[in-house]
């Protein structure tokens, strides 16, 4: 007697391969507040009517996660948000003709990017993290709420402040003028988040701060040893500690032939 074969089991479905959200978004439900936000004084602008205050406070972002080396978004992008840093330190380059990255500007926490793709609905520019990193998503339908309106003009006039310092940088600085002026901004910056401003540890290479100030990769190394041998700061490796911040600042005073 022939004994039934039993049913072949039906082979499992192959595992869902891994999207953008599953690798790089938090879920929806770590959502955070500005009120929660130890940046909040960085982020949101000044002299805000309590209402609008409290409105901003109440609202709840959803919080998208960026591991380092991966980007926030890309160039040709479609507009969908702006992202306030609130963990982290991020990039922005844009892609050279020639194949090259050409980096243009370092944004830490309590900064806003994605402006670039409000005019044209799409990005212009690749953001990528430095290190793990966090971003509150601000939707494009919030930006016309009235009390988003405050912080949208302040990031807007922010992105303006700062472009036309990387113009002043680039357009009339020395290359000693340009490195000193990078690390006192730097300095300032951490400051204005309770971090100590002489003593940090730099999130990006040598070789993307030469791209930063328009300067070869070997400048940059000179410029930093002439500068500890000065007494100017004393480096180890990424780790940067300011000695001199009046030397430093006297390198932007000095008159070059």
Do not use: W
Request: hydrophobic content about 45%; aromatic content about 6%; glycine content about 8%.
């Amino acid at each position: 007697m022939r004994l039934a074969e039993a049913p072949r089991a039906k082979p499992a479905d192959p595992a869902p391969r891994p999207t953008l959200n599953h690798l790089y978004h938090e879920p929806e439900s770590r959502a955070h507040t500005c009120a929660s936000c130890n940046v909040r004084d960085v982020c949101l602008p000044r002299g805000l009517a309590k209402e609008d205050v409290a409105a901003l406070f109440d609202v709840r972002y959803a919080q998208q996660r960026v591991r380092a080396g991966h980007a926030l978004f890309r160039a040709g992008d479609a507009f969908g948000a702006i992202y306030a840093v609130r963990t982290g330190f991020l990039k922005s380059s844009v892609a050279l003709g020639d194949g090259r990255d050409q980096v243009t500007g370092f944004h830490m926490a309590g900064e806003i990017v994605g402006l670039d793709g409000m005019g044209t609905g799409l990005h212009s520019l690749d953001v990528r993290a430095l290190e793990d990193s966090y971003a509150c998503v601000i939707p494009r339908s919030r930006l016309c709420e009235p009390a988003m309106q405050p912080q949208l003009r302040k990031a807007m006039a922010l992105e303006l402040v700062r472009d036309q310092g990387v113009m002043l940088l680039l357009g009339t600085m020395s290359a000693d003028e340009r490195l000193a002026a990078f690390l006192l901004n730097l300095s300032q910056r951490f400051l204005a988040r309770g971090f100590a401003s002489s003593d940090f540890h730099l999130r990006m290479t040598r070789e993307e701060i030469a791209s930063y100030l328009g300067l070869t990769m070997e400048t940059v190394s000179r410029l930093f040893s002439r500068f500890r041998g000065e007494g100017f700061i004393a480096v180890q490796q990424k780790h940067i500690r300011i000695l001199d911040v009046d030397g430093l600042r006297a390198v932007m005073g000095r008159v070059t032939a």
